[in-house]
């Protein structure tokens, strides 16, 4: 934003890094104008939107959707992955939104992004969730 470069400017970086990888669109894309940003998009779509701005060619063909359940009550492996690779998804689009954050003040700093990041690589192995600061309690959902 024009200002001296700062770990705070690189958290900002690096968050809107996330968002493009996860979401497949560039800053400078046609779609975003006025007040529309790939920060906004990204915000306004958690939590009941998420799936419909997920970069397709992240998800193979048929993975996203709810986990479902056999006769017996029981997922399926593919159900189960597919329910990861979501959760895995919106973990890593709040902590892009979470760096994003327009105010400088506003953003984790490097040790919270950290923990965002290690608890998402915890939801994909299927570990427990180290302890720390949450970012979801970071970006505010509107």
Same mark, same amino acid.
């Given at each position: 934003?024009?200002? *001296?470069?700062?770990?705070?400017?690189? +958290?900002?970086?690096?968050?809107?890094? %996330?968002?493009?990888?996860?979401?497949?669109?560039?800053?400078?894309?046609?779609?975003?104008?006025?007040? %529309?940003?790939?920060?906004?998009?990204?915000?306004?779509?958690?939590?009941?939107?998420?799936?419909?701005?997920?970069?397709?060619?992240?998800?193979?063909?048929?993975?996203?959707?709810?986990?479902?359940?056999?006769?017996?009550?029981?997922?399926?492996?593919?159900?189960?992955?597919?329910?990861?690779?979501?959760?895995?998804?919106?973990? %890593?689009?709040?902590?892009?939104?979470?760096?994003?954050?327009?105010?400088?003040?506003?953003?984790?700093?490097?040790?919270? +992004?950290?923990?965002?990041?290690?608890?998402?690589?915890?939801?994909?192995?299927?570990?427990?969730?180290?302890?720390?600061?949450?970012? *979801? %309690?970071?970006?505010?959902?509107?």
């Amino acid at each position: 934003m024009g200002n *001296e470069v700062s770990t705070s400017g690189d +958290v900002y970086s690096y968050g809107i890094l %996330l968002l493009e990888l996860v979401t497949g669109k560039k800053p400078t894309d046609s779609m975003f104008t006025g007040s %529309l940003t790939l920060h906004n998009f990204a915000k306004t779509a958690l939590p009941e939107q998420v799936e419909s701005i997920f970069d397709q060619t992240l998800i193979p063909q048929g993975q996203m959707g709810e986990a479902s359940t056999s006769i017996n009550g029981v997922q399926n492996q593919s159900s189960l992955s597919r329910h990861k690779m979501q959760e895995c998804l919106i973990s %890593l689009l709040q902590v892009g939104i979470a760096c994003s954050q327009e105010q400088a003040t506003d953003r984790p700093d490097i040790n919270e +992004v950290l923990t965002g990041l290690h608890k998402t690589k915890n939801i994909l192995l299927g570990s427990s969730v180290s302890e720390g600061k949450d970012l *979801e %309690l970071q970006c505010d959902h509107e």
